[in-house]
Each structure stands twice: as C-alpha cells, then as structure tokens.
C-alpha cells in the first residue's frame, strides 16, 4: 500500500444491468438476458480500483438506509477502502443506475442520485481533515456540483492535487476548472468542455490546449480503445491502449481513473502512470458488470508482465 494518501469524494450506485443486442429505439420493446444487480457509481468504482490496485484510500459518499447500502459499505472495507466518512442517510435510497449493455459491449445509463444528493458542502464539512491531509482528491460529477467546486477549492487551499474525472459529460464553470490540476474526460466529455470534436491526435491537442488555458496543468484525453492523448503543459502525445476483445465497456474509464492515480500517488511518472491505468481497464473490459470487472494489483502487474515480455 502507498504511503501517500487519496481521497475520493464521489457516489456509491447499484447497478441494474440487462444485455440486449441492439439498444431499444423510442416505443420499442425488445428481450434482454443476463439480467444482474452489482454495486457502482463513479465514485465508488474509482474507489474499489484504487483500494484493489494498493492505493491509502479514504472515500467520502453517502448511501441510503436501504440493505443494499449496508451490502455496498461492506464489500468497500473488503477492497481495502476507509469508509468512515460514509454516513447512511435516513428516508432515502441508495443512488441507482439502469444499464444497458447492447452486442458491441456498449452501455447505456439512466441515473437516480438517492443518497448521493446528500453529499452536500455541508457533509463535506464534517470530513474536511480528511481533503486536508489527503495528497490527492479525485472526483467525479455524480455528486452535486458545488460540493465538487468546496471540496476542489479546500484541498487547492492544503495544497492537495485536485484530480477531476468530469464525467457524466456537462458544462462546467471556469472557476472550478482553475481549481483543478489533472483532469481525465473521454472524448464526449472534452467536447462538452471545449466544443472541439475529437477525430485525431490534433483534435485532442487542440482541446487539451483549452483546458490548460483554464489553469489545469495535467489533460488526459481518453480515447477508448485507441489509448489516451496526455498534455502536461501544452506538450502532449498519445498513449496507446492495450488490445483486447472486450465484453463490458461499464467502469472502464473508472478503472482507468483509479488505478492511473494509484500510480501517480506511488511516483510514477505520468506517462507510466497512463500505461498502468490502461492495463488495469483492459482487464476490466474483459469482464462483465462495474465494480465485479475492477482487477487487483497483482492481476495488473502479471498483465503489464506478459505484455512487456
């Protein structure tokens, strides 16, 4: 385990998912099969894949006082995760996510927030020491948003890295933006922040570009399959993936995220920090559901052996 420290404020969902061929048009009703329940929520996946990949975790989320809250704050402990700052919130239901996953491996997602809309500035308040201590915050966007922007300014004012994966895709203020030092959003998600269609390596440099101009220091592009565009201060190139046949895209860029800032916490450098996020999500594409895919340390590590030679 790093002895360098991470906090991940983020949300804890279940996860309902249903495979079908093709995904449904409007009006249409079609069969699905392998039907399945399993714990995620951007927040919580990051957390299980930096508590799997070695990470010093602390998670700050809140579940429902549902059994399934209770089943998901058990199994975070089993991943090696500090769940103190997880409260049950009493009247409310654990957040939800419906997902569809069609013959390609993509998904389709519809969310309920629950309890994830009780992580207020003020519930973070209570666990502002943890931020405080932390060397780094990580943060996605299925919490509200001016918790993400208290949170991003406390730990920028404690000089903790403030690590954003801004996702799901939405406009964000520059205000928080400058708060924040490496910022990890797929292609739809950068376009959403810049405007600029990701196509190519100039496309991605391009948005890259902007987001420093906002004050962020570290940009990573994910780009799927093809790898990932890395910029630290306007100098960029791509990082190539790892092939493989996936079966399950759910929690890929989550398992990217986790395991990238695990690295990076260790003091690998980002280039190599990259490659051990992009093994850590090709195993997890290889598997089916959310946080069931996320792969531990030393199943990472033997992949990165095999394919180093």
Known sequence: ?????????????????????????????????????????KGANQAVAAGRSGANITFI???GDDD?????CRQLKLDNIDIQPIESINGTNTGV?????????????????????????????????????????????????????????????????????????????DELLANIDIITPNET???????????????ANNAAGLLHAKG??????????????????GIGSLIEGYKVEPVDTIAAGDTFNGALITAMLEG????????????????AVTRRGAQPSVPWRKEIDAFLATRQG
């Open 1 to 41: 385990m790093s002895a360098n420290k991470l906090v991940v404020l983020g949300s804890i969902n279940a996860d309902h998912i249903l495979n079908v061929n093709e995904f449904p048009r409007p009006g249409e009703t079609i069969t699905g099969k392998d039907y399945r329940i399993s714990f995620g929520g």
């Open 268 to 283: 690998q450098e980002l280039y190599q920090a990259v490659k051990f996020g992009h093994a850590a999500a090709a195993i």
């Open 189 to 203: 998600e950068a376009e959403q922040l810049t405007g600029i269609t990701i196509v190519n390596s100039d496309d």
């Open 68 to 72: 399934i809250g209770k089943q998901v």
């Open 97 to 173: 996510a419906m997902i569809f996953v069609n013959g390609k491996g993509e998904n389709v997602i519809a969310i309920d927030a629950g309890a994830n809309a009780a992580v207020t500035p003020d519930y973070l308040n209570k666990y502002r020491q943890q931020v405080i201590d932390a060397d780094v915050l990580l943060m996605q966007l299925e919490t509200p948003l001016e918790t993400i922007l208290a949170a991003a300014k406390l730990a920028k004012q404690n000089d903790t890295l403030v690590a954003l994966n801004p996702a799901p895709a939405r406009e964000l203020s």
């Open 216 to 233: 962020i220091r570290k940009v990573i592009i994910t780009l799927g399959s093809r790898g990932a565009w890395v910029s630290i201060d």
């Open 61 to 63: 989320a809140c579940v």
